[in-house]
Structures are given as C-alpha cells and as structure tokens.
C-alpha cells in the first residue's frame, strides 16, 4: 500500500491550480504570509513580543529563517481590490 503524504500547503496548492486551470471559472488566489499591525500578534504589545521579551519565543535551527510578512491593511486593500482585476496568474 502506497502511502502519500499530504501537507496543508500541497492541499492550498492543488484547489489553486484546479481554481485556476479551470476554463469555467473566474479564479484569483491570493497568499498573504504572516500579518502584522493592529490586532495581530505581532505588534509591540502582542503575543510574539511578549513572548520574546520574556525570551519565551522559540527559535528554530540556526535563527536564519525568512518569513513571509504583509501588514494587516495592505491584505485588506488588497483583497477589496483584486476582484476588480483581470489576473491569470497567481498573485
């Protein structure tokens, strides 16, 4: 028995490109990373600095890694706004 191992990412990945590859359907896929500003996690009186200035935020490996980061209104005027846009292609 073949076991295939399935990830949320490879999950998001797929309803995308059927989305996409559909000639059927209007599709816009939008990924947003991590959000920071108001209201999240990480602004200067959130949960991750809290954490880290009770040096309680873990750091994974050597420290080096890279986020994806994108503030909280530009995810907003970006989500009103891609509707009204002719895209093709993943944004």
């Known amino acids: 028995m073949k076991v295939r191992l399935v990830t949320c990412a490879g999950v998001v990945t797929e309803l995308e490109h059927r989305l996409l590859g559909n000639p059927n359907i209007e599709g816009i896929a939008l990924r947003?990373?991590?959000?920071?500003?108001?209201?999240?996690?990480?602004?200067?009186?959130?949960?991750?600095?809290?954490q880290v200035r009770q040096q309680q935020f873990p750091i994974v490996g050597n420290g080096e890694g890279v986020w994806s980061w994108l503030h909280i209104e530009d995810a907003a005027i970006a989500t009103v706004a891609a509707p009204g846009k002719a895209i093709l292609e993943f944004i």
């Open 32 to 50: 947003y990373g991590f959000f920071y500003g108001p209201g999240t996690w990480f602004t200067p009186d959130g949960d991750v600095a809290l």
